[in-house]
């Protein structure tokens, strides 16, 4: 079974930019889509970003378009997610999860990173 280790998530300041990483271990991600999720306190978690395994294919939330992408690199089993233009409203716990489509259920889900955007 895969096992997802999110990181590079920390505290910026507002129109920042952060990286975050999904390192994959046990089996390799090849064949599955993967998507990032966010959870603000008090508030359900939520869709971010998905993208197919091949890397040809993204999906991003409307709210994190033009500023947040998706890619990954599948020799290394990392998907990564750049943020830029950071808003305090971004400020969540991220999750990284597996799937076996975009659209999919996410099966398996890494711990969380947290992201914090001061104003």
């Known amino acids: 079974q895969v096992q997802l280790v999110e990181s590079g998530g920390g505290l910026v300041q507002a129109g920042g930019s952060l990286r975050l990483s999904c390192v994959a271990s046990?089996?390799?991600?090849?064949?599955?889509?993967m998507g990032w999720f966010r959870q603000a306190p008090g508030k359900e978690r939520e869709f971010v970003a998905a993208?197919?395994?091949?890397?040809?294919?993204?999906r991003i939330a409307d709210s994190v378009k033009g500023r947040f992408t998706i890619s990954r690199d599948n020799a290394k089993d990392t998907v990564y997610m750049q943020m830029n233009n950071l808003k305090p409203e971004d400020t969540a716990v991220y999750y990284c999860?597996?799937?076996?489509?975009?659209?999919?259920?996410?099966?398996?889900w890494g711990q969380g990173t947290q992201v914090t955007v001061s104003s």
């Open positions: 046990g089996r390799t991600l090849i064949r599955s889509a």
């Open positions: 999860a597996a799937a076996r489509t975009m659209t999919g259920d996410y099966d398996t």
């Open positions: 993208i197919t395994w091949s890397g040809g294919g993204t």
